[in-house]
């Protein structure tokens, strides 16, 4: 039983080692790997400098894309700005000579209103003297009117 199990193991190291063999023979040598190991890392080092140039172009085609973005936005605002300019003037040629006719009698108009404030004062207190002369005339001597009126 041992020599059996002896055998079996030998049997499959052997079919392990027959594999390594295969594959040994695929298997590059030292030199060769050494060779490609090092134009490896030159590729991977002349990869570096591109892959950040890469990033840099990534970055500038966003800032392009922005840039573009708000060139559109200020072409908005600008049209927006001289639609509002053009309204402007026909307000102001359709309505300025009135609004600047409004504004000079702005003045005269609250000259009238004190006028008319100080007409409106001035009737109040004649009305209210006459009232007081009427009465001492019809109640001469009374104490409670006040003399003078």
Same mark, same amino acid.
């Given at each position: ?29 030292? &030199?060769?790997?050494? %060779?490609?190991? *090092? !134009? $490896? ?8 400098p591109l892959e950040e140039e890469l990033k840099d172009l990534e970055r500038n085609l966003q800032l392009k894309k922005t840039i573009e973005e708000q060139l559109k936005e200020i072409d908005n605002l600008s049209a927006e700005r001289e639609s509002a300019e053009l ?15 409004? &504004?000079?009698?702005? %003045?005269?108009? *609250? !000259? $009238? ?37």
């Open positions: 039983m041992a020599f059996e199990k002896f055998k079996r193991v030998n049997v499959e190291i052997q079919k392990q080692q027959d594999t390594i063999e295969v594959i040994r023979k695929d298997l590059l040598e030292e &030199e060769q790997v050494i %060779d490609l190991t *090092e !134009e $490896l890392q030159q590729k991977e080092n002349n990869c570096k309204s402007l003037k026909e307000f102001v040629d359709a309505n300025g000579l009135k609004i600047q006719q409004h &504004e000079k009698l702005r %003045d005269y108009a *609250e !000259e $009238l209103r004190n006028w008319s404030t100080y007409e409106r004062m001035c009737r109040s207190r004649y009305r209210l003297r006459r009232k007081k002369k009427q009465a001492r005339r019809k109640h001469p001597g009374d104490p409670k009117l006040p003399e003078g009126c």
